[in-house]
């Protein structure tokens, strides 16, 4: 049985420290070679900021009405029937089961940028970080709580530091459209292409659902774990954009793949490279600690509905899942190993927007389906808030898959698949 002891502080830890990453580091360069101009610039990423406060109210009223590991499966299983849930829950698990291993690896590579002799050992470096954070949270879910609130805590630090240097910085631009002509597509191609790397720089905003059961007070701390950390990471993405365009010109940031950088250097001078690597390696630590924490929750969850092994249900003393971590530890080593993870992420963010589909299309069937259910938090400005985040989600899959056609046939190809093995295991198992 997991433990309920996990409280307001690491909701927050959960959702900033499983959110701000390298992507809010490396998005502004490819963002700025699609848009012209800087106000648009910013105004895409307070659209994308709003879409999460919509969804992570919406998110919210779901989490709180079921408390339960596992994430979005619980309340789509409930709209829609098992199947719907499986699917889901395994497309969750997996999307979320490949984070630990790409970032071990991006770990591994920043770690050769501070100390250039451990290059020839990048895929056992990155097999250590995977082991140690493995460690961390097998005793128990006190000490993969406690790490996380510390990382979480010195990123958003690093990152404030980052924007003071930059305003506080003798250089400044105001904020203008860019000299050059607009990238292939045109204006609407490039703000659709923008909102969808914005969207990936957000993506784990929801991640304090998989942590629900073991919330002690889910009623109270869960709207606020959502509502707040969406809030915060949406004012410190503005705010670094803002304080990026604050000293670099468009054009410069467009052909910049890393224009964070270009930026510290202009704020911090010949500390500048030092800065950004421990920046990025407290971004990337505190995302691989909730993602060591997250894949196994899920499969807890998927087990005890008989989705997987009833090893999968066994937790040990400390509160751990410890079967289902193990798993999970298994499955990211395999993925270091083969080193081949650019499809496999396309792949993640194209199941993840599957997920936030249902899961909002679940909202709506719940209040019609099961209006007497209780629901510690209302969803605020429902129905419009709840159809407006379906809207752009189901934008975002139609923008994925036309630009994505492997990803859009790996989809329907797992899906089909999916039906076979729910056919032969699930129902089998319930015989």
């Known amino acids: 049985m997991l433990k309920k002891i996990l409280g307001l502080a690491f909701g927050l830890a959960v959702v900033v420290g499983s959110t701000i990453g390298v992507g809010i580091l490396r998005a502004p360069g490819s963002i700025a070679g699609y848009l012209p101009d800087a106000r648009l610039i910013l105004f895409c990423w307070v659209i994308m900021g709003v879409f999460i406060l919509l969804g992570a ?3 919210a009223e779901l989490t709180t009405m079921m408390p339960k590991a596992g994430g979005a499966y619980n309340y789509i299983q409930r709209a829609f029937g098992n199947y719907a849930g499986f699917v889901n829950g395994w497309f969750d698990c997996i999307s979320n089961g490949i984070a630990p291993a790409y970032l071990c690896i991006v770990i591994s590579e920043y770690c050769s940028l501070l100390f250039p002799s451990a290059k020839p050992y990048s895929t056992l470096i990155a097999l250590l970080f995977l082991t140690l954070f493995m ?8 000490s993969g709580s406690i790490t996380q609130q510390v990382t979480s805590a010195i990123k958003i630090l690093l990152f404030l530091v980052l924007i003071a240097g930059c305003f506080l910085s003798k250089q400044e631009h105001v904020l203008q459209a860019a000299g050059r002509p607009l990238a292939r597509g045109g204006l609407a191609i490039g703000i659709i292409r ?17 942590f629900a059961e073991e919330d002690n007070d889910p009623g109270r701390n869960i709207p606020k774990s959502y509502l707040f950390g969406a809030l915060t990471i949406a004012v410190l993405y503005i705010l670094i954009n803002a304080a990026i365009l604050y000293v670099l010109p468009v054009d410069v940031i467009a052909r910049s793949p890393m224009a964070a950088s270009e930026a510290a250097s202009i704020a911090f001078g010949k500390w500048s490279s030092d800065f950004m690597i421990l920046i990025a390696l407290f971004s990337l630590i505190s995302i691989l600690n909730a993602y060591t924490m997250i894949p196994p929750r899920i499969l807890f969850g998927l087990s005890r509905e008989g989705f997987f092994v009833r090893q999968g249900t066994l937790v040990n003393k400390g509160g751990t899942p410890y079967f289902s971590l193990l798993c999970c530890y298994g499955f990211s080593v395999i993925l270091i190993l083969i080193s081949n993870f650019e499809q496999l992420f396309s792949l993640g963010t194209f199941f993840t927007n599957i997920v936030f589909i249902f899961a909002f299309l679940s909202l709506i069937r719940l209040r019609k389906k099961e209006p007497a259910l209780p629901r510690p938090y209302k969803a605020w400005g429902y129905p419009y808030t709840t159809y407006l985040a379906l809207i752009v989600s189901l934008a975002l899959f139609i923008g994925y898959a036309i630009g994505d056609r492997i990803s859009l046939l790996t989809f329907l190809g797992a899906t089909a698949l999916s039906w076979i093995l729910y056919r032969s295991f699930v129902q089998k198992s319930a015989v």
Request: aromatic letters at 18%; hydrophobic letters at 40%.
């Open 194 to 210: 923008s909102l969808q790397l914005i969207n990936g720089s957000y993506d784990g905003w929801f991640s304090v659902s998989f």
């Open 57 to 59: 109210s919406s998110y």
């Open 135 to 142: 460690a961390i949270n097998m005793p128990g879910v006190r």
